[in-house]
């Protein structure tokens, strides 16, 4: 059985989350919520106003040194993480408000090792590493096995969903092993003083045959972003896989569509397809879906 909570900016959202049981629904009113979230409670659903006007906010990044003098990395600068299955997310927004990439790295704002998320009606706002939708892949979980913390290294099957969100970044701001729908989103561009981007960075196995998928989703930019600058997607790991669904692409996206990441040879084994009207000029390596895996895809979503 669930209950609804009732909090004010006044309200430390962290502590009333160690009150919290399965199923426990927090409405937030208006205001900015400045703390750092962990939600290990299954089944927490967070409701706010509206994005425009119900944030939660912190600015950790890569390169800030912790208590004990050693760099947050990544994978530890999340404003919200969500590490317990079953949570839902309306009509907010979640932001790593750091700023300036180029000097700091990363800045995630919101992090999913989980199962069942679902997020609609939200804002995502960051820069490089905006969402990351877990599991890490298997090296990393391994890597990092005594620096991250056991709930961020778990491992298996995550589906996420994202309906009816803004995603705002600049490099690598969709990234992760996780299954992932992006449903009627805009993915949004902001200006990075590096010139070039990367919308999707997936990292998935070779067993993994769903990976993200873009559905019916606008990517937009913001004034600065250059023509011809951004690429939809590349492989963070050599099978990354990534759909695009009847998407629309603004002026930023690259006609290439896709970039291999680096000097690797993952031209040669990353996913990446489209559907719908798909720009001339793709590079060879991506494919287009049939309506019988677009079927699938979705489905798995189901």
């Keep these: 059985m669930s209950n609804s909570v009732y909090v004010t900016p006044k309200n430390s959202l962290n502590e ?3 009150g919290a049981f399965p199923g426990t629904r ?3 009113e208006p205001g900015i919520y400045r703390e750092k979230l962990e939600i290990s409670i299954p089944g927490i659903e967070i409701i706010g106003s509206s994005a425009e006007d119900t944030k939660i906010v912190w600015d950790d990044f890569a390169k800030k040194p912790d208590e004990k003098g050693v760099e947050f990395n990544t994978f530890r600068t999340y404003t919200v993480a969500v590490l317990a299955d079953g949570v839902r997310f309306r009509n907010l927004t ?3 408000d750091a700023r300036f990439p180029e000097l700091k790295g990363q800045e ?10 679902e997020a609609h009606n939200c804002h ?5 590493d905006t969402v990351f939708c877990g599991p890490l ?3 990393l979980i391994e890597r990092y096995d005594g620096f991250l913390k056991k709930e961020l290294r778990r491992g298996g099957a995550m589906r996420q969903v994202f309906e009816d969100c ?3 970044g600049n490099v690598d701001f969709i990234f992760g092993c996780g299954d992932a729908l992006f449903k009627n989103c805009e993915i949004r561009s902001v200006f990075d003083v590096r010139g070039s981007g990367y919308t999707a960075a997936p990292a998935h196995a070779k067993l993994q045959d769903i990976g993200f998928v873009f559905d019916n989703c606008s990517f937009t930019c913001e004034g600065g972003v250059k023509d011809g600058s951004i690429f939809l997607a590349r492989p963070w790991r050599d099978y990354g896989k990534s759909s695009f669904i009847n998407c629309r692409y603004g002026r ?3 006609e290439e569509g896709f970039d291999k990441w680096n000097d690797t040879d993952r031209d040669k084994t990353a996913r990446f397809s489209e559907y719908g009207a798909v720009p001339e000029g793709r590079v060879s390596w991506s494919r287009i879906l049939d309506e019988n895996e677009i079927k699938r895809l979705m489905e798995h979503f189901k």
Excluded: G, M
Aim: net charge negative.
């Design 26 to 28: 927090l409405i937030l």
């Design 94 to 96: 979640i932001e790593n």
């Design 252 to 254: 930023h996206i690259s």
């Design 16 to 18: 009333i989350l160690r």
């Design 166 to 168: 803004l995603i705002a």
């Design 124 to 128: 995502f706002l960051s820069t490089q």
């Design 137 to 139: 892949p298997d090296d």
């Design 108 to 117: 995630v704002a919101l992090t999913v090792c989980a199962d069942d998320f």
